[in-house]
């Protein structure tokens, strides 16, 4: 059975600073993908970031960077230089080759950005 | 362009009651999502549409609930019979396409369903 794990309920980080958030995942899936959510007190979710198993170099999106540490199983996000408008829950997601469709999810992070 | 659209916003309902949640896909996307996110927690995967294939329904939690899409298009997640913990927001996706791809899941608004 697959599991994601985000073990950091919430987190304070200033502005401008660097804020890395926790994500391991266990699967016996060698292709797997991996996925990073954020979703604003409105409600809505909004993709950020997309890694593969087989993926040679970690994503990048803007601000956005995906840590992948395949042998340790580990996905981080880091948002580097944040913003008041990072404040928001941040969700990682895999999807596996044996569940075609279905993203498993963390439980979140919750990140209050601060003046 | 059009993003996926849910309707309607806010259903309070009585419990016992059936209610029906809708789902318009963006225009050309081949796959459809349920997922429901119960207050503070993640999204649990419900079921899965792609194109003309079998739904994928592993994450229904019962037989009480039950969700039709018409061609590539519309969908419609039912559930009978409603208990109070199936209060919880239902968000509804779309993709380009299934399967193993990276494509993101685009994800509509979703329906914040109250069971009284």
């Known amino acids: 059975a697959q599991k994601i794990t985000q073990t950091q309920p919430g987190m304070f980080v200033q502005e401008k600073e660097a804020v890395t958030l926790d994500c391991t995942y266990d699967?016996?899936?060698?292709?797997?993908?991996l996925f990073w959510y954020k979703q604003p007190s409105s409600g809505e979710m909004i993709f950020l970031i997309y890694?593969?198993?087989?993926?040679?170099q970690n994503a990048t999106e803007g601000r956005y960077s995906l840590n992948f540490q395949k042998a340790r199983k580990s996905a981080n996000l880091v948002i580097s230089a944040s913003q008041l408008g990072d404040s928001a829950m941040y969700f990682c997601?895999?999807?596996?080759?044996?569940?075609?469709?279905?993203?498993?999810f963390g439980a979140g992070t919750q990140v209050v950005v601060t003046p | 362009g059009a993003g996926v659209s849910q309707s309607p916003s806010n259903k309070v309902t009585e419990k016992g009651k059936d209610v029906e949640l809708r789902c318009d896909p963006i225009?050309?996307?081949?796959?459809l999502y349920w997922y429901r996110q119960r207050l503070g927690q993640g999204l649990e995967f419900l079921i899965y549409?792609?194109?003309?294939?079998?739904?994928?329904k592993s994450g229904l939690p019962s037989d009480r609930f039950s969700a039709e899409r018409t061609g590539e298009s519309v969908s419609t997640l039912t559930i009978q019979r409603t208990q109070q913990e199936d209060s919880a927001v239902y968000l509804c996706a779309s993709s380009p396409l299934g399967g193993y791809s990276s494509y993101e899941q685009y994800f509509g608004p979703g329906t914040r369903l109250t069971v009284t």
């Open positions: 997601a895999m999807r596996a080759t044996d569940s075609w469709g279905k993203l498993q």
């Open positions: 225009s050309g996307h081949t796959a």
């Open positions: 890694q593969g198993s087989y993926d040679q």
């Open positions: 549409f792609q194109g003309n294939s079998a739904p994928d």
């Open positions: 699967t016996s899936d060698p292709s797997y993908g």
